[in-house]
T-cell receptor, first 109, second 114 residues
Framework: GQNIDQPTEMTATEGAIVQINCTYQ??????LFWYQQHAGEAPTFLSY????GLEEKGRFSSFLSRSKGYSYLLLKELQMKDSASYLC??????????FGAGTTVTVRA | IAGITQAPTSQILAAGRRMTLRCTQD?????MYWYRQDLGLGLRLIHY???????GKGEVPDGYSVSRANTDDFPLTLASAVPSQTSVYFC?????????????FGEGSRLTVL
């Protein structure tokens, strides 16, 4: 099974940078995903890491260290629309995706 | 517009009643999933199907059943609803069991069991 931990809440100022950490324990690792979910909406895909290192996609970057069971999502140049919940998810060898409880990010003007 | 359609979007149900949540996708994805989302607990996998004709149990399968008669449809049935099944239910699909295999989610079904 999976044990996925991420902070419950984070607050940052518009234009700033925020880093959301995620640690996991898994019986069989087969990829790590980050999703964004605005209140009352469905989650949407942000990023995917299967190898160690940094994946950059515009203002969002995601990092993975498999040996440490650790990932982070970096949000740069924060905008008000980035206020949302960010979900860390780990895929196992049976291709099932398990989610952390999510980190609610509040962006203040 | 291609995607996943869930129905109903919202339902209030008396305890003990049978309920089926419908999920249809038109992206020809082979894998489909049902999750429930509860405050503070995140998304928890109920059942999944890696291909038509096969299903598997997730983290919280008790009280739920699924079927996958074809590629497009993946209904979730509550045989006898209980208040603890009050939740938001999300159906999802992915186009492969490997590679990126990102999940595409439906808009959710909000179920209240009284």
């Amino acid at each position: 099974g999976q044990n996925i931990d991420q902070p419950t809440e984070m607050t940052a100022t518009e234009g700033a940078i925020v880093q959301i950490n995620c640690t996991y324990q898994t019986s069989g690792f087969n990829g790590l995903f980050w999703y964004q979910q605005h209140a009352g909406e469905a989650p949407t895909f942000l990023s995917y890491n299967v190898l160690d290192g940094l994946e950059e996609k515009g203002r969002f970057s995601s990092f993975l260290s498999r040996s440490k069971g650790y990932s982070y999502l970096l949000l740069k140049e924060l905008q008000m629309k980035d206020s949302a919940s960010y979900l860390c998810a780990v895929r196992d060898r049976d291709y099932k995706l398990s989610f952390g409880a999510g980190t609610t990010v509040t962006v203040r003007a | 517009i291609a995607g996943i359609t869930q129905a109903p979007t919202s339902q209030i149900l008396a305890a003990g009643r049978r309920m089926t949540l419908r999920c249809t996708q038109d992206m020809r994805h082979n894998a489909m999933y049902w999750y429930r989302q509860d405050l503070g607990l995140g998304l928890r996998l109920i059942h999944y199907s890696n291909t038509a004709g096969t299903t598997g149990k997730g983290e919280v399968p008790d009280g739920y059943s699924v079927s996958r008669a074809n590629t497009d449809d993946f209904p979730l049935t509550l045989a006898s609803a209980v208040p603890s099944q009050t939740s938001v239910y999300f159906c999802a699909s992915s186009d492969s069991a490997g590679g990126s295999g990102e999940l595409f989610f439906g808009e959710g079904s909000r179920l209240t069991v009284l």
